[in-house]
């Protein structure tokens, strides 16, 4: 990771020493008698060591250990990337040409995918990123319950007010395009951090009012950005982006009571009701009321729900027909209104078996990845 640091911190101070060097109105500068030319090599010679010797074949090392073992391969049972080394490296440019920089990020991608179920079941940090991947891969409605959820507080952390808690919240709001909230929790986060504003706080509120067609908050946020020697190409890279948005007209957010509230399940229910072809918002309200084990309010939420996106015979995912089973007993039309698989239905005598029998405890282990496991 230092080598890629020296690289990247080395090609702006080359650039640092040629403007001096081109502008006899300044004072001459030298770093022991070299010349930005003359530096510009080491750095291109730094450059050339960590492709041969930092290089892993799928991502950058993070080091090599006293005993010259590395650290961050492919090789190693634990700690096999480290996101330090891929970022300084790739904005360093070492590989470029090569397609190595793109190849790193691809890896990253790939092992951080989703955080494993056994990770997620231990930690109420890494549980909350891991359900808020299955939201963006529509996946939430097939594999939740394998991450350890324990209630619909386990989507959003409603009573931290650390910069990682805020951060996730942002990050949240802005997958259920939610910009206002994007923006509260932006602003909750500097002030709860220590070290005030950041770059990734910065980033998201130009983004985030770029979307919105904001032009003179969008460019507030990347003017600051672009005296950043780190994030002044990143925020070049949006001035068309700022130029198109000039004379529209912003799409603010409409916001109405019931945004005004914490409560995620009312929330959620607004946004289903906005945008009632969205199956997100309908599966973060259904799964969130799972999560609760509220089956007084998941019945009447689905079959609002079922107008919309299970009218015409879709399928309907396997968590909310283990939870209409549930609700069957005292709503007899369920079984008329929604075709239940026959694989859920035999299923669900087998549940009822094991419970008749006392044998509950049995549920997680022959179906892991259930409601019924979950709710008894």
Request: hydrophobic share 40%.
């Amino acid at each position: 990771m230092i080598a890629g640091l020296y690289v990247f911190v080395g090609n702006e101070f080359v650039k640092l020493l040629d403007y001096l060097e081109r502008h006899p109105g300044h004072v001459p500068v030298q770093q022991e008698g070299r010349t930005s030319v003359e530096i510009a090599k080491w750095v291109r010679r730094m450059s050339s060591s960590v492709e041969k010797y930092g290089w892993d074949g799928e991502w950058f090392l993070r080091a090599y250990d006293a005993q010259s073992e590395k650290v961050g391969s492919k090789e190693c049972e634990e700690g096999k990337i480290f996101i330090e080394p891929q970022g300084f490296c790739v904005m360093a440019g070492i590989g470029k040409e090569e397609g190595i920089a793109e190849k790193a990020l691809d890896s990253v991608n790939e092992l951080l995918e989703l955080t494993p179920p056994g990770v997620a079941q231990e930690s109420f940090i890494a549980r909350r990123f891991a359900l808020l991947a299955l939201i963006e891969k529509g996946r939430l409605n097939k594999e939740m319950f394998l991450y350890g959820v324990t209630s619909a507080e386990d989507f959003i952390f409603k009573d931290h007010d650390e910069p990682l808690c805020r951060h996730f919240n942002s990050l949240f709001f802005r997958s259920m395009n939610m910009p206002n909230e994007v923006i509260r929790q932006s602003f909750q986060q500097q002030i709860q951090s220590t070290f005030g504003t950041n770059f990734n706080v910065l980033r998201r509120l130009a983004v985030t009012n770029l979307e919105m067609k904001n032009y003179p908050l969008a460019k507030k946020y990347l003017d600051i950005l672009s005296h950043s020697t780190v994030m002044k190409s990143w925020a070049e890279e949006r001035r068309p982006q700022l130029e198109a948005i000039k004379n529209v007209k912003p799409d603010f957010e409409q916001r109405l009571d019931q945004f005004y509230s914490a409560d995620l399940l009312v929330a959620m229910g607004a946004m289903a009701d906005r945008y009632p072809t969205e199956r997100k918002y309908a599966d973060v309200l259904l799964c969130a009321l799972l999560a609760n084990k509220d089956g007084n309010q998941f019945y009447p939420a689905f079959k609002v729900i079922a107008e919309r996106q299970y009218a015409h015979g879709e399928p309907i995912p396997a968590y909310y027909e283990q939870a209409l089973m549930l609700v069957a007993p005292s709503e007899p039309e369920v079984m008329q209104l929604y075709k239940i698989s026959q694989q859920t239905q035999d299923a669900f005598q087998n549940v009822m078996k094991l419970l008749n029998n006392g044998q509950k405890s049995q549920l997680p282990n022959l179906l892991p990845n259930s409601f019924w496991a979950y709710f008894f």
